[in-house]
Every structure is written in structure tokens, then in C-alpha cells.
T-cell receptor, first 116, second 116 residues
Framework: AQSVTQLGSHVSVSEGALVLLRCNYS??????LFWYVQYPNQGLQLLLKYTTGATLVKGINGFEAEFKKSETSFHLTKPSAHMSDAAEYFCAVSDPLSGGYNKLIFGAGTRLAVHP | DAGVIQSPRHEVTEMGQEVTLRCKPISGHNSLFWYRQTMMRGLELLIY????????DSGMPEDRFSAKMPNASFSTLKIQPSEPRDSAVYFC??????????????FGEGSRLTVL
């Protein structure tokens, strides 16, 4: 069965610094991969996704992620953090063969803090 | 356009009482999901429906939990009897569907349940 591991439950960066949130997955077949963001007291919203094609995907708010099959990773980055980026970020995977495209398995989440 | 609508936003009840959470998916979406979020276990998929039919309920914790989707615009998640360990935020999400869908879920704002 597929699974997702997010390294680091809490990450703290300075405003303007690089953001790097790590995600590794295990899947029996090439999966679809996602990053969602959750702001306080809200539901999750999609940041970006990888399905097929170009392995570097760009999302909203200046975030991007790169699918590296050899490393089974899908790390999320942003060159320059903004205070408004403070939120919890979830990596998710779907396995089209076993669960269908829509059955997402989420990682435990990484809480990003941005300080002045 | 209206997003996924959940009610109630907050519910406080006593152990042993019945709890019903409600969800209205986005019009035209034919997949619906119930997730539970806790600090200890993160985001767990409880059940999902496609075209009003339950496809996978393997995440439903036990017989005290039940979910229905009587039509395309309404779903309920019921807990009877409720227990303190059911305290969590329950999210409903919808998706355009399995055919050609690539896993973008649209989440409601959640129902925060506290069982005393």
C-alpha cells in the first residue's frame, strides 16, 4: 500500500529565506503526488500536483515541487518565504491502480512558521 | 460558486449522544469524501462515495460510525453513540469524479466535534 512520509513536523524559516518541505512516498506504481496547504481553521486547498509529464511542477503562491522517481521524493520549495506562507502543508499520494485517482493518502503534515 | 458546505461548524456533545454531521458537495462533483483530522493520527480517510455509492469504507473506525449519501447534493456522517475519542475535526471534500480526474479534492471548512 502506498504511504507518505513528511520529514519534520515543524519547520521555521526567516522571511525571505528558502522554504524546503520534504516528502517521500512509497507506491507500487508511479503515483500521482500532491501538496495541499491548510490555513488555521480552514480546510485544505491544493497547492500543486504531479500526474505525468514534466517533473518540476509549479503551483500557487510561488511554490514548486519536483518529482524524483529515483529518490521517491516530492519536495516542496519556495525561493523566498513570506509571512503569509505560515500554515500547515500536507503531501499526499494517490495510487491509480489500488485506490483510484481520487483516493488520497496524506502525510502527517509539516507546520511552517515564518518569522521576521 | 459555492464551495463544499459543512454543518455544524462546531459541535459539543456529551458521551453517548448521537452526532450527525452534514455536507453539501460542489454541484456537479460526483465523488465525496469524509476525512477525520486529529493531532495524534493526522488526516484519515473514513469513506468515499462515487455517484452516491460508497466505494471504500475501510477507514470507518467501527460500527458506531455510518455515512450516507441519499442524493448527489447531500451526505451525512453519523456517530452513535459518541465517545470522547471521537473528538476531532471532520472534513468533507468533493471532486469532479474518477473519470479523468487527477485527484484534486475541494475541502469544506470542517466540523469540529468535541465529545465530553
Amino acid at each position: 500500500a502506498q504511504s507518505v512520509t513528511q520529514l519534520g513536523s515543524h519547520v521555521s524559516v526567516s522571511e525571505g529565506a528558502l522554504v524546503l518541505l520534504r516528502c517521500n512516498y512509497s507506491s507500487s506504481v508511479p503515483p500521482y503526488l500532491f501538496w495541499y496547504v491548510q490555513y488555521p481553521n480552514q480546510g485544505l486547498q491544493l497547492l500543486l500536483k504531479y500526474t505525468t509529464g514534466a517533473t518540476l511542477v509549479k503551483g500557487i503562491n510561488g511554490f514548486e515541487a519536483e518529482f524524483k522517481k529515483s529518490e521517491t521524493s516530492f519536495h516542496l520549495t519556495k525561493p523566498s518565504a513570506h509571512m503569509s506562507d505560515a500554515a500547515e502543508y500536507f503531501c499526499a499520494v494517490s495510487d491509480p491502480l489500488s485506490g483510484g485517482y481520487n483516493k488520497l493518502i496524506f502525510g502527517a503534515g509539516t507546520r511552517l512558521a515564518v518569522h521576521p | 460558486d459555492a464551495g463544499v458546505i459543512q454543518s455544524p461548524r462546531h459541535e459539543v456533545t456529551e458521551m453517548g449522544q448521537e452526532v450527525t454531521l452534514r455536507c453539501k458537495p460542489i454541484s456537479g462533483h460526483n465523488s465525496l469524501f469524509w476525512y477525520r483530522q486529529t493531532m495524534m493520527r493526522g488526516l484519515e480517510l473514513l469513506i468515499y462515495f462515487n455517484n452516491n455509492v460508497p466505494i471504500d469504507d475501510s477507514g470507518m473506525p467501527e460500527d458506531r460510525f455510518s455515512a450516507k449519501m441519499p442524493n448527489a447534493s447531500f451526505s451525512t456522517l453519523k456517530i452513535q453513540p459518541s465517545e470522547p475519542r471521537d473528538s476531532a475535526v471532520y472534513f468533507c471534500a468533493s471532486s469532479p469524479g474518477t473519470g479523468g480526474s487527477t485527484g484534486e479534492l475541494f475541502f469544506g471548512e470542517g466540523s469540529r466535534l468535541t465529545v465530553l
